[in-house]
Antibody, heavy 120, light 107 residues
Framework: QVQLQESGPGLVKPSETLSLTCTVS????????WSWIRQSPGKGLEWIGSMSYRGSTNYNPSLKSRVTMSEDTSKNQFSLKLTSVTAADTAVYYCARFHLFQTSKWFDPWGQGTLVTVSS | DIQMTQSPSSLSVSVGDRVTITCRASQSISSFLNWYQQKPGKAPTLLIYAASNMQSGVPSRFSGSGSATDFTLTISSLQPEDFATYYC?????????FGQGTKLEIK
């Protein structure tokens, strides 16, 4: 079964770039769509964006100007970059498979999550 | 953006209780509604997709219903392992949005 694991720095300075990687095991990233979701006490669960292995992406308009998602098929990984971070970007970041079936879509499974704190 | 509103925000319940959680969308989303369970310190896990379809491995005491703007998640007989926070999420159109969560607490 597919499993996901997030990795990356737990502390990022304001105005810098947050970079996270999600490593997929038990399946090829070339077979599915993938997403990033974050959770903070203030904003709850927030969809950041989704991408296909072909590289097509769809971002939350509220973050679109700062977000880039990409994939590395050789490592079976996909990644998130969020530029110009502020304290409001402090959250637990999850990667998840974005499952599409006919016209329905859902997030399953999720990685365990990684806490990213924005602070100087 | 489509706003998802859950009620109640929290619920004090006992083992064996029947629990109903409501989720309302700010516009019609057909049946593009999913339910997740989250336990403290853990990632959400999928319970129900497309409003009423149970994810494999989910106990049959969980069920979902509804369409358009009004949806419910029902737990027929609450078990100790069901004390958690539950979220609805719409997949009708991006940005895909979540409800604020309903926390089940022990009475």
């Amino acid at each position: 079964q597919v499993q996901l694991q997030e990795s990356g720095p737990g502390l990022v300075k304001p105005s810098e770039t947050l970079s996270l990687t999600c490593t997929v095991s038990g399946g090829s990233i070339s077979s599915y769509y993938w997403s990033w979701i974050r959770q903070s006490p203030g904003k709850g669960l927030e969809w950041i964006g989704s991408m296909s292995y072909r590289g097509s992406t769809n971002y939350n308009p509220s973050l679109k100007s700062r977000v880039t998602m990409s994939e590395d098929t050789s490592k079976n990984q996909f990644s998130l970059k969020l530029t110009s971070v502020t304290a409001a970007d402090t959250a637990v970041y999850y990667c998840a498979r974005f499952h599409l079936f006919q016209t329905s879509k859902w997030f399953d499974p999720w990685g365990q999550g990684t806490l990213v704190t924005v602070s100087s | 953006d489509i706003q998802m509103t859950q009620s109640p925000s929290s619920l004090s319940v006992s083992v064996g209780d029947r629990v109903t959680i409501t989720c309302r969308a700010s516009q019609s989303i057909s049946s593009f509604l999913n339910w997740y369970q989250q336990k403290p310190g853990k990632a959400p896990t999928l319970l129900i997709y497309a409003a009423s379809n149970m994810q494999s491995g989910v106990p049959s005491r969980f069920s979902g219903s509804g369409s358009a703007t009004d949806f419910t998640l029902t737990i027929s007989s609450l078990q100790p392992e069901d004390f958690a926070t539950y979220y609805c999420q719409q997949s009708y159109s991006p940005p895909y949005t979540f409800g604020q969560g309903t926390k089940l607490e022990i009475k």
